[in-house]
């Protein structure tokens, strides 16, 4: 009976290794699946913010500087 119990045990023991190896396996897969999610998230926030830029910019330099002064309802 002791020995059995014994065997249990350890059988126990295995299972619970096994189940800790399967979950850290998980837990890094998630965590590498976070990380290029959040790594294509802000390379697409800095493509937006360089498009919002450039059309800045356009928009700027084909302002005309007469009317410039203008009061806005008369641009």
């Known amino acids: 009976?002791?020995?059995?119990?014994?065997?249990?045990?350890?059988?126990?023991?295995?299972?619970?290794?096994?189940?800790?190896?399967?979950?850290?396996?998980i837990t890094a897969r998630l965590t590498a699946s976070?990380?290029?999610?959040k790594s294509g998230m802000r390379m697409h926030i800095l493509s937006k913010m360089e498009d919002t830029m450039k059309r800045s910019v356009v928009n700027i330099s084909d302002v005309d500087e007469s009317s410039a002064s203008l009061p806005p309802r008369q641009r």
């Open 1 to 25: 009976m002791l020995k059995t119990a014994a065997i249990l045990m350890k059988q126990k023991t295995f299972v619970s290794l096994d189940i800790l190896k399967i979950f850290r396996n």
């Open 34 to 37: 976070i990380s290029k999610i």
